[in-house]
């Protein structure tokens, strides 16, 4: 696209012949190909990459999440075979800390890490080498209670956006103007997948979802409730379901136009925690609670441990607490960012939430 700037084989050029042969494709269609080519293809994380996570920020974040999974852990009994099994694990690091962690307190569990990307997988097994690979939940043992984490996992997954037109609801759709990508509605009536209550919303209205997520969730639920264990589900996202499109675009630290270099900047959309609680509780899982992130570290004790830190090593104290106030703070990941906590039936616990 652009005056032939982009090669056969680029996403732009690929998307261009499918939408010039049979029309415009849907958000979740742009969204799920350009991350499938852009995780496959690079080390995304770091200050060489496109953007930073909180584990990359500070050890405390992984520490914390290690901690709080052995204290669950402790509070059902301490039973040997249990399986730590991290969704999108990005470098290894956040496991890593963790599991330094939990080593202290008896618990060494097997290890699974869910991730596509081969790249990343070489990462991942230079900071844990024991570490078991999977595509997805399947394959996973059925059996021994599961600590799962997803921090920044959920938020990469396709969204699926329905817009309200002068026609009804439509199916959000990307397609060409100008020879440029641009949103477009669909031509099939989509009313029936609106709730019932939302059938007269304003023109310009967009309800997102994110099947991706809800199956995720739904079966870390079913495991939590089969096999016991307990969850913590980390992304920047809300509380309570929201309209409006959030499909957001980072590369090389920066926002940008989300449609403009498909399979070359990570696409996320905000992940709706309110729905994914309410998918967790009808399969029987405990829900913990959803809470900011800055809530839920500082009420692990993040900022006594901060200073604990900065008074052993006083020469790194600016950068140690300049890494906790970017954890925690209003205006930073503090606010944005959600922790939400999940357990089976018969485990009790859940600090911080």
Request: aromatic share 8%; hydrophobic share 40%; with cysteine.
């Amino acid at each position: 696209m652009n005056d032939g700037a982009q090669s056969e084989g680029s996403l732009t050029a690929i998307f261009e012949r499918l939408i010039a042969s049979h029309g415009p494709i849907s958000v979740s269609h742009f969204m799920g190909e350009s991350n499938m080519r852009y995780y496959g293809a690079r080390d995304p994380l770091g200050e060489q990459g496109d953007f930073i996570t909180a584990p990359e920020i500070s050890q405390m974040f992984g520490e914390f999440i290690g901690l709080w999974l052995a204290d669950m852990w402790v509070k059902a009994g301490r039973e040997d075979l249990v399986h730590y099994v991290e969704l999108g694990p990005g470098r290894g690091t956040l496991a890593r800390d963790a599991l330094s962690v939990t080593r202290r307190y008896g618990l060494e569990p097997k290890v699974h890490f869910v991730e596509s990307s081969l790249i990343l997988r070489d990462i991942q097994l230079a900071h844990v080498p024991q570490a078991q690979f999977h595509n997805d939940l399947s394959t996973v043992p059925p059996y021994g209670p599961v600590l799962i984490v997803a921090n920044e996992f959920l938020d990469a997954l396709p969204v699926r956006q329905l817009v309200m037109t002068g026609e009804g609801w439509r199916e959000r759709m990307v397609g060409l103007h100008d020879g440029r990508f641009a949103f477009v509605s669909g031509d099939k009536p989509m009313d029936s997948a609106v709730p019932e209550e939302m059938r007269l919303a304003d023109i310009g209205t967009i309800v997102e979802t994110c099947p991706g997520a809800s199956a995720s969730v739904y079966e870390i639920a079913g495991r939590l409730v089969k096999q016991g264990g307990a969850a913590l589900l980390i992304d920047y996202g809300h509380s309570t379901t929201r309209t409006g499109s959030t499909l957001q675009a980072v590369r090389q630290h920066r926002m940008v136009d989300p449609l403009a270099m498909p399979g070359e900047a990570d696409l996320t959309a905000h992940v709706d925690f309110a729905a994914l609680g309410k998918i967790a509780r009808s399969r029987g899982a405990r829900w913990l609670g959803t809470v900011t992130q800055g809530h839920w570290l500082r009420n692990l004790g993040i900022e006594v441990r901060a200073e604990r830190i900065a008074k052993v090593a006083p020469e790194h104290r600016e950068a140690i607490l300049a890494a906790k106030e970017r954890l925690i703070g209003e205006g930073q990941m503090g606010a944005l960012f959600k922790v939400m906590g999940l357990a089976g039936p018969d485990w009790h616990g859940g600090e911080g939430f």
